[in-house]
């Protein structure tokens, strides 16, 4: 059976954050304040918790100033409106992100338009999606988990992705969509693949590179994976684990890891691949805000 690399996000991650908590000594030093990011927590959903409090952990880590404000489920549309509005008018605030999801009677939508683009660490505003749509990677801040898989990708297949047959499983707003659009700008042939898309199983055969980000657990078998193939698992699904006890659960990803192993060349595990990466880059695109932001004012 041939080796499968082990994509190792955590470390890949660590070393970007190191990087970016010395390049925030510098900022710091530079601009006599550290890069502020403020995160929204609305409600309590347990998985978004644990996200978050690993955002600010991170963020206080590299040097930046943090901001963390949780708002109960039933929260008044205004409040929350008001509150975005109050952080992207402080000049000191560099980066906001509202932790998705929102309670059903939040406009999603309309919440995070009130993000100026310059501030919108998550690349979600309209202005950024478009940006992204049309080629422009530069400038823009691109979504964090799609840039983080593209990343990991990359450090098994070298910079050069053109050419590649590529398969994004899923295409949410904060996944799936700007995946594809990272891998067509790398010159990737790209296919999204969704819950209505048919034979999906010869599809994702076909594909040299698979992005999976379904949502659903272990839903991409070992024998959907092509024998060599890239598979970077976005999956964060946790599922009852009985044989670790009554109660018990463990996080599987979107891929069958134990049957991917001897047929992938390389994949991502988790937890510990696509995750640190979410949050490093989140890191980055906050620096990368923060330093365009001081630009433009002094
Ligand atoms: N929920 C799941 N992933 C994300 C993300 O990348 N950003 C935000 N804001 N919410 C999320």
């Not at 082990?6 to 190191?18: N, P, S, Y």
């Not at 040097?63 to 109050?86: M, N, W, Y």
């Not at 994976?225 to 990803?253: E, F, H, S, Y």
């Amino acid at each position: 059976m041939p080796e499968t690399h082990i994509i190792d996000g955590k470390a890949i991650a660590a070393e970007l954050t190191d990087d970016i908590a010395r390049q925030t000594t510098a900022f710091t030093h530079e601009n006599g304040a550290p890069p502020c990011l403020a995160v929204i927590l609305v409600g309590d959903d347990a998985a978004s918790a644990v996200y978050v409090r690993n955002k600010g952990r991170t963020a206080a880590k590299v040097g930046f100033r943090s901001i963390q404000e949780t708002l109960p489920a039933d929260v008044a549309d205004e409040r929350l409106t008001d509150l975005v509005k109050a952080l992207d008018a402080d000049d000191s605030v560099h980066g906001i992100l509202v932790q998705l999801p929102l309670p059903a009677h939040i406009d999603e939508a309309k919440l995070l338009e009130l993000i100026s683009p310059e501030k919108d660490v998550d690349g979600f505003h309209p202005v950024n999606v478009g940006r992204l749509a049309s080629g422009q990677t530069d400038g823009a801040l691109t979504p964090c988990t799609p840039a983080g898989s593209v990343m990991l990708a990359k450090s098994y297949l070298g910079n050069d992705l053109s050419g590649i047959d590529a398969i994004v499983v899923g295409r949410s707003n904060i996944v799936g969509k700007p995946a594809a659009q990272l891998l067509l700008a790398e010159n990737c042939t790209v296919t999204i693949a969704h819950s209505r898309t048919t034979d999906l199983k010869s599809k994702v055969l076909a594909a040299d590179l698979v992005v999976a980000a379904v949502g659903r657990p272990e839903m991409i078998r070992g024998d959907w994976i092509k024998p060599g193939a890239c598979v970077i698992d976005v999956g964060i699904n946790r599922v009852g684990a009985p044989d670790l006890g009554a109660g018990k659960t463990r996080l599987v990803g979107d891929v069958a890891f134990a049957e991917a192993i001897g047929v992938a060349g390389a994949i991502t595990p988790v937890p510990g691949g696509v995750g640190p990466m979410t949050i490093a880059m989140l890191m980055a695109n906050t620096l990368k805000a923060a330093k365009a932001i001081t630009t433009k004012s002094n």
